[in-house]
Nanobody, 118 residues
Framework: QLVESGGGLVQAGGSLRLSCVAS????????MGWYRQGPGKQRELVAI???????NYADSVKGRFTISRDNPRNTVYLQMNSLKPEDTAVYYC??????????????WGQGTQVTVSS
């Protein structure tokens, strides 16, 4: 289960920090990340981070957003700075890895709304 927090309303140029906690014992999480879906748009990658610390960012957020992870707490963060109105979207946490039974899993959070006003 993934539980997100930290969304809200902010003015352009402002900052927000999203958090996502993964629960469940015995699961090996290899990748955690954030996706977003704006009004009338498809869901898109924002940033992902694997267990080794390798990151991948969407071009539109490079230099403004930073993804980080607390492995022992199975928590991933997204620090969003210099927010723009086009960043307005529902942000979803994603986690992928292996279950205690050795099968792969790919889980999504419920989403948190981020609204950036101009």
């Amino acid at each position: 289960q993934l539980v997100e927090s930290g969304g809200g309303l902010v003015q352009a140029g402002g900052s927000l920090r999203l958090s996502c906690v993964a629960s469940g014992s015995g699961f090996r999480i290899n990748v955690m990340g954030w996706y977003r879906q704006g009004p009338g748009k498809q869901r898109e990658l924002v940033a992902i981070l694997n267990r080794s610390g390798i990151t991948n960012y969407a071009d539109s957020v490079k230099g403004r957003f930073t993804i980080s992870r607390d492995n022992p707490r199975n928590t991933v963060y997204l620090q969003m700075n210099s927010l723009k109105p086009e960043d307005t979207a529902v942000y979803y946490c994603n986690s992928a890895g292996t279950t205690p039974w050795g099968t792969p899993f790919n889980a999504w959070g419920q989403g948190t709304q981020v609204t950036v006003s101009s």
